[in-house]
């Protein structure tokens, strides 16, 4: 084969050009510090590095949602104590009033110590954190509690007659980790609730059969009733649906066959017919027509309830004092201060188990990102030692091959005709 003066100088040249296309490539790893610059440099390493980013900006936003659910835990946690410590005193005055040997002015007295506690609790319900209040549900941007007030002829001021809940019975949720919420208790309608709510309708529903498709909202959770469902299937799907309640039929002394909600723990339930519903209605659980959407009062008068909230209890308290009912004194109230102590507690333990998650979970954050970052810098990161060598081995090759290129390229009768 013959080798041409043209094809040893294009050679060259195609070499020389591959030398400073691999230089420059060097170069710009070196300066840029990454070992590719473009996808198709390496496209395998380039889906690696999507992934590993979208990761950081994932944990990034993880570990703020766990410092804010931080600070709602813990100025939950500082409320629960607040009430624990309430009610604690509240329990004090109670056993202290049973005896019956106060008098008149010792009870007024007492009284209106309940009232400042009373006003206490209601101040810790509408407590906010940042611009939400806590104990709202989901409805976080409405005070959690009103006051209705009322005068009585023994105390110089106007006394809280009524504390009526304004949120709603949804926990708070904070998303902390793909696929994974945490939802936290903070529902005013469970936190500050003395025992289980009981609702025992009075209309007697053996025969019921729903009219129509329907949908019931109880503590949030929806069932769907289908036209031609009798009382034992709606109670069954109440059951099969709400974690929170129960559902059952009670056969009353005249015959009547009634329904009956509970419950499952301390907390109001909340219960309405859908729009063009009237299951609860036609059970006889809710008033009829446009108040069965829910409100507070939207529960049926003929039915008969059990179960109080914190302020309830309180408010009975005191005025068993002015009344001087001394057996409710040591009985009823008692009792029933106890109960709602008893279930502030275990929602502070609630909480504070959270807090342990929360802090599982930004250990596992940390440890995380720290794996994360250091898989996307082995993967994009150039070893600047080993680059710096080959770039000095690239610059020699190009010193080598501009010298052995004069040394090949030997002068012709041309160059002496100039």
């Not at 059990?306 to 309830?312: T, V, Y």
């Not at 909480?351 to 930004?362: D, F, G, H, Q, T």
Request: avoid cysteine; proline fraction near 3%.
């Amino acid at each position: 084969m013959r080798i041409s003066n043209g094809i040893i100088k294009n050679n060259l040249i195609n070499n020389i050009h591959r030398n400073y296309v691999n230089m420059e490539r060097s170069q710009e790893r070196l300066v840029t510090g990454q070992r590719n610059t473009t996808p198709g440099d390496n496209p395998i390493e380039a889906i690696n590095s999507i992934y590993y980013r979208t990761r950081a900006r994932q944990i990034e936003q993880y570990q703020k949602n766990i410092n804010q659910t931080r600070g709602v835990i813990d100025h939950a946690h500082g409320a629960a104590e607040n009430v624990v410590n309430v009610l604690q005193k509240i329990r004090e005055l109670s056993l202290q009033a049973a005896n019956g040997t106060l008098g008149r002015d010792e009870r007024i007295a007492v009284a209106m110590e309940a009232e400042e506690l009373l006003k206490e609790i209601v101040a810790t319900g509408n407590m906010r954190y940042k611009d939400d209040y806590l104990f709202s549900g989901s409805r976080v941007k409405n005070a959690s509690f009103r006051t209705s007030m009322t005068s009585h002829p023994e105390m110089p001021k106007p006394l809280i007659s009524e504390v009526v809940y304004n949120g709603d019975n949804q926990a708070l949720a904070r998303e902390v980790d793909i696929n994974e919420k945490m939802n936290i208790p903070l529902e005013g309608s469970g936190f500050f609730w003395a025992d289980n709510h009981v609702i025992l309708a009075m209309k007697d529903v053996k025969n019921y059969i729903a009219g129509q498709d329907s949908t019931v909202r109880i503590d949030g959770v929806d069932v769907n009733i289908t036209a031609g469902d009798n009382l034992d299937a709606v109670i069954d799907k109440i059951n099969k649906n709400t974690p929170s309640v129960t559902a059952y039929k009670r056969l009353l002394p005249d015959e009547r066959t009634v329904i009956a909600l509970e419950g499952n723990y301390p907390h109001k339930l909340q219960i309405q017919d859908l729009e063009g519903g009237s299951v609860m209605q036609d059970l006889g659980i809710l008033r009829s027509g446009n108040e069965a959407r829910y409100t507070e009062n939207n529960i049926h008068p003929n039915t008969i309830q059990s179960g109080s909230s914190i302020f309830d209890v309180i408010i009975r308290f005191r005025n068993s004092l002015l009344e001087n009912h001394t057996a409710d004194l040591g009985g009823k109230d008692l009792g029933s201060i106890s109960k709602a102590l008893g279930n502030v507690v275990e929602r502070q333990a609630a909480i504070s188990a959270k807090m342990n998650r929360l802090n599982y979970l930004e250990k596992k954050m940390a440890q995380e990102q720290i794996y994360n970052t250091e898989q996307l810098s082995k993967n994009e990161d150039v070893d600047i030692a080993r680059e710096a060598t080959e770039f000095s081995t690239l610059q020699n090759v190009h010193k080598v091959s501009l010298m052995t290129g004069a040394k090949l390229i030997q002068p012709t009768l041309l160059d002496y005709l100039r």
